[in-house]
């Protein structure tokens, strides 16, 4: 049942402003959690941890002498103490540079190859756009747009560089790219790329809030 401790157990959970006592070191919260959550899985579990979110390197670091960006990923790792089915992360990597970023795509790839469901909340559409299998987009906490990002995206155009530059075709879709560089071969023009256009996640979000701020 939702609130029991057996269904608390079955979640792991990151809010988006988070403390943890400066005192402890990385091993030690972890051990912490472990016991909050009932973990059995020791030495063993934490090493893994550690391993998953590279802090290995500072198992004994107390969070007050780390970066926001380490502590953002010790949050990580407590998260994922018990192992959860279930993991919701608050703005995961707000705190984080272009490598943590990459660091937590990368572990959140590898719990989608576990099994894991991951309910990732943030306004970094970019970084969505990357690891989300399906997105949702709320106002006033009304659902306003879902789907998978490629079926919220918008077909903007075929832009086809040729000698002459770049020539956007508007309101071509990816059927017509064949058919366009065809008649511009047949006409003389030599072409060098072909990109089909659509809209980012930013713009279908913009598009679905009006606006608005959420």
Known sequence: PAGSREARRRIGYLAELFRFPGWYSADELLELHQRLSGSSGGPAERDELLELVELTDARSRRVEQMS????????????????????????PTSALDPVGRRTVRTLLEELRSRGTSVLLNS????EVELVCD????????????EGSPSELARARGVEIETEQGAQVFEGAAREDAPRLVAEL??????????????????????????????
């Open 68 to 91: 926001k960006g380490m502590q953002q990923r010790l949050g990580l790792a407590q998260a994922l103490v018990g192992a959860p089915p279930l993991l919701l992360l608050d703005e």
């Open 134 to 145: 399906r997105v949702a987009i709320l106002l006033h906490g009304r659902l306003v747009a």
């Open 185 to 214: 071969v047949a006409a003389g023009r030599r072409v060098y790329g072909v990109r089909v256009l659509t809209s980012t996640l930013e713009e279908t979000y913009l598009e679905a809030v009006g606006g608005e701020t959420s």
């Open 123 to 126: 306004h970094l559409l970019s």
